[in-house]
């Protein structure tokens, strides 16, 4: 079982910067890869950015130039940065870890609310 906890949400205006946070407990060794996943009112969850253990990362077109995915192995957390922010990145945002422990399992956090002013 891994625990994730996401922290670093807010309301803050168009083009201000956010420093998302989810910290991982539990069986981190079995951690793979950790992204992040954003859903906006009435609309489907999609994926922002993700990690893979060797450190390569990935991005949604929306966000490139913009965001950017890190991971702390010591303090066992991913950040997302989030600069020049827009009124459309403005979404619940999900932390999400997937493990192998002899299968693959997924993980999510309890979101937290980033909201962007125009």
């Known amino acids: 079982q891994v625990q994730l906890v996401e922290s670093g949400g807010g309301l803050v205006q168009t083009g201000g910067s956010l420093r998302l946070s989810c910290v991982a407990s539990?069986?981190?060794?079995?951690?793979?890869?950790m992204a992040w996943h954003r859903q906006a009112p009435g609309k489907e969850r999609e994926l922002v950015a993700v990690?893979?253990?060797?450190?390569?990362?990935n991005y949604a077109d929306s966000v490139k130039g913009r965001f950017t995915i890190s991971r702390d192995s010591a303090k066992n957390t991913v950040y997302l940065q989030m600069n020049s922010l827009k009124p459309e990145d403005t979404a619940v945002y999900y932390c999400?870890?997937?493990?192998?422990?002899?299968?693959?399992?997924?993980?999510w956090g309890q979101g937290t609310q980033v909201t962007v002013s125009p």
């Open positions: 539990g069986s981190i060794f079995s951690i793979k890869d």
């Open positions: 990690i893979i253990s060797g450190g390569s990362t």
């Open positions: 999400k870890a997937d493990s192998f422990d002899r299968k693959w399992y997924g993980y």
